[in-house]
Nanobody, 115 residues
Framework: QVQLVESGGGLVQPGGSLRLSCAAS????????MGWYRQAPGKQRELVAT???????NYADSAKGRFTISRDNAENTVYLQMNSLKPEDTAVYYC?????????WGQGTQVTVSS
């Protein structure tokens, strides 16, 4: 059974940083593309960053220069380092993995950027 568990969210002031983690079980992260997405209240879920099995990275324009996606294959964990956070980054952040078209999602972790 595939499980993804996100952690690391919280309340942070504008300009602050957070590192989100997504730990996987039941699947080997390194062989499949995975991504971070977010959903703000009243909005659709949107892509933040993706990482292919070959190491190719794609960022949403809103994340470029501020967020960094990475993976620790030994820990079967993917990370999202978020710097220079803005109030508009407030959302529930989800990780997912795409196993040949079968997409698995975590339960999400709340990130709130506010003074």
């Amino acid at each position: 059974q595939v499980q993804l568990v996100e952690s690391g969210g919280g309340l942070v002031q504008p300009g602050g940083s957070l590192r989100l983690s997504c730990a996987a079980s039941g699947i080997i992260f390194s062989v499949y593309p995975m991504g971070w997405y977010r959903q703000a209240p009243g909005k659709q879920r949107e892509l933040v960053a993706t990482l292919t099995s070959g190491g190719k990275i794609n960022y949403a324009d809103s994340a470029k220069g501020r967020f960094t996606i990475s993976r620790d294959n030994a820990e079967n964990t993917v990370y999202l380092q978020m710097n220079s956070l803005k109030p508009e980054d407030t959302a529930v952040y989800y990780c997912n993995v795409d196993r040949f078209g079968q997409v698995f999602w975590g339960q999400g972790t709340q990130v709130t950027v506010s003074s």
